[in-house]
């Protein structure tokens, strides 16, 4: 399965006229099918984020909308971090990053931050295609990788 991330104008033309016109009567609500930038190793997913930690998914802490896609929220506990705002030894809220327009709903092979034990994440703080704030896996592919131990 190719691994891509979202890019600019990526949104379905549905959706894209749903919010022009979410203004003029009734919300409108459309799920954005996503095209994702393949990031095939560390460095490339490393580049791509704006926060990079090992950590452990402890819980679930609710849904955030993300693409018109209800997406997991996991509260992590940061051992280390290589990139961006966080600390060690505090928790996050990430948002587990949604496939859209698929069969099997928005994790079809399951969550990736269903988790036990030390991963490290790839993430991004970004407000893309009606997707609510805070912080989500750079993709649904590339967002959960293996710690350094």
């Known amino acids: 399965m190719e691994r891509r991330r979202l890019r600019a104008g990526a949104i379905a033309l549905p ?3 749903g919010l022009l ?3 003029c009567g009734e919300p ?3 799920q954005a099918c996503i095209s994702w930038v393949s990031a095939d190793d560390d460095a490339s997913r490393t580049e791509l984020a704006d926060v990079v930690v090992e950590g452990r998914p402890v ?3 609710g849904e955030r909308s993300m693409f018109g896609v209800d997406a997991a929220v996991w509260r992590v506990e940061v051992d280390r971090v290589f990139k961006g705002a966080a600390e060690p ?3 996050i809220d990430v948002a ?3 496939r859209t327009c698929e069969t099997g709903g928005p994790y079809p092979e399951g969550d990736p931050l269903d988790t036990t034990g030390p991963v ?3 993430l991004s703080d970004s407000e893309a ?3 609510e704030p805070g912080l989500a896996l750079v993709t649904p592919f590339d967002g959960v990788g293996t710690a350094s131990g």
Request: zero cysteines.
């Open 28 to 30: 409108v609500t459309e």
């Open 96 to 98: 587990s990053t949604p």
């Open 21 to 23: 016109v979410a203004g």
């Open 89 to 91: 030894g505090t928790s």
């Open 59 to 61: 819980e679930r802490v």
């Open 120 to 122: 490290r994440l790839y």
């Open 129 to 131: 295609g009606g997707t």
């Open 15 to 17: 959706a894209l006229l």
